[in-house]
């Protein structure tokens, strides 16, 4: 949800063009209190609003996301108000995406998937854009959900197939704190965390209750001694 608040302009970067649409896209610096932070807008008829110097009545939504085990924080601003009022004739509860920045989010996440199963190398290079406009696909709804490339990867056989494999149990003194040691461990193994929530069937890593129960089962489905 976007919260209303002054923002005092710094810095205006030049307009860039993004995703496959080339869709406009204005970032800025200004400052919010004391505290100078990265800010963006999709949203064209908020432009001219944005000048360096400027103090803005913005409406900001915070979002976090996540990129190779770190997670980065995104302030975009929907709607500039001008004496009240918001600029391009949008009523003041407005809170919606455009068209145009569903279609920016979906392709943006399916190509962050496919990255990520490359860095895991369960595909290959070549093969990060084909997969990523096959999950583009079915994010618009387009087609059934593709099968996971990371359920297709075959195993090495253990020395003996008679004996059931266990996972080695984590030593006392070395059991995983924190959310984030978990995440150092998948960069360690180059487990992207997308494999990892559909080995744990979970959405965020936040639906953990042991951690050291779910990377023994990491360990289990990724052969890790």
Same mark, same amino acid.
């Given at each position: 949800?976007?919260?209303?608040?002054?923002?005092?302009?710094?810095?205006? @970067?030049? #307009? $860039?063009? %993004?995703?496959?649409?080339?869709?406009?896209?204005?970032?800025?610096?200004?400052?919010? *209190?004391? !505290?100078?932070?990265?800010?963006?807008?999709?949203?064209?008829?908020?432009?001219?609003?944005?000048?360096?110097?400027?103090?803005?009545?913005?409406?900001?939504?915070?979002?976090?996301?996540?990129?190779?085990?770190?997670?980065?924080?995104?302030?975009?601003?929907?709607?500039?108000?001008?004496?009240?009022?918001?600029?391009?004739?949008?009523?003041?509860?407005?809170?919606?995406?455009?068209?145009?920045?569903?279609?920016?989010?979906?392709?943006?996440?399916?190509?962050?998937?496919?990255?990520?199963?490359?860095?895991? @190398?369960? #595909? $290959?290079? %070549?093969?990060?854009?084909?997969?990523?406009?096959?999950?583009?696909?079915?994010?618009? *709804?387009? !087609?059934?959900?593709?099968?996971?490339?990371?359920?297709?990867?075959?195993?090495?056989?253990?020395?003996?197939?008679?004996?059931?494999?266990?996972?080695?149990?984590?030593?006392?003194?070395?059991?995983?704190?924190?959310?984030?040691?978990?995440?150092?461990?998948?960069?360690?193994?180059?487990?992207?965390?997308?494999?990892?929530?559909?080995?744990?069937?979970?959405?965020?890593?936040?639906?953990?209750?042991?951690?050291?129960?779910?990377?023994?089962?990491?360990?289990?489905?990724?052969?890790?001694?």
């Amino acid at each position: 949800m976007a919260e209303r608040k002054n923002l005092i302009v710094t810095e205006v @970067k030049p #307009i $860039q063009r %993004v995703g496959d649409k080339q869709i406009p896209k204005l970032s800025f610096k200004a400052k919010d *209190g004391d !505290k100078e932070f990265q800010y963006f807008t999709f949203r064209t008829s908020l432009f001219e609003a944005i000048k360096k110097g400027q103090t803005i009545n913005a409406d900001v939504e915070v979002s976090t996301r996540e990129w190779e085990g770190q997670e980065y924080i995104d302030r975009r601003v929907v709607q500039i108000y001008v004496d009240g009022q918001p600029i391009g004739g949008q009523k003041q509860g407005y809170r919606g995406k455009s068209p145009e920045e569903l279609e920016l989010s979906a392709r943006a996440y399916a190509l962050s998937y496919a990255k990520d199963l490359c860095v895991g @190398k369960i #595909i $290959q290079l %070549v093969e990060i854009i084909p997969v990523a406009d096959s999950y583009y696909s079915w994010l618009k *709804g387009n !087609k059934d959900k593709p099968a996971s490339p990371a359920k297709a990867v075959e195993f090495p056989k253990l020395p003996d197939e008679g004996v059931e494999f266990k996972p080695s149990p984590i030593p006392a003194g070395m059991r995983i704190q924190n959310i984030a040691e978990l995440k150092k461990l998948l960069m360690k193994h180059k487990i992207p965390t997308t494999e990892a929530y559909e080995i744990l069937s979970i959405q965020s890593f936040q639906d953990l209750v042991d951690l050291d129960e779910a990377w023994a089962k990491i360990k289990e489905a990724k052969r890790i001694e």
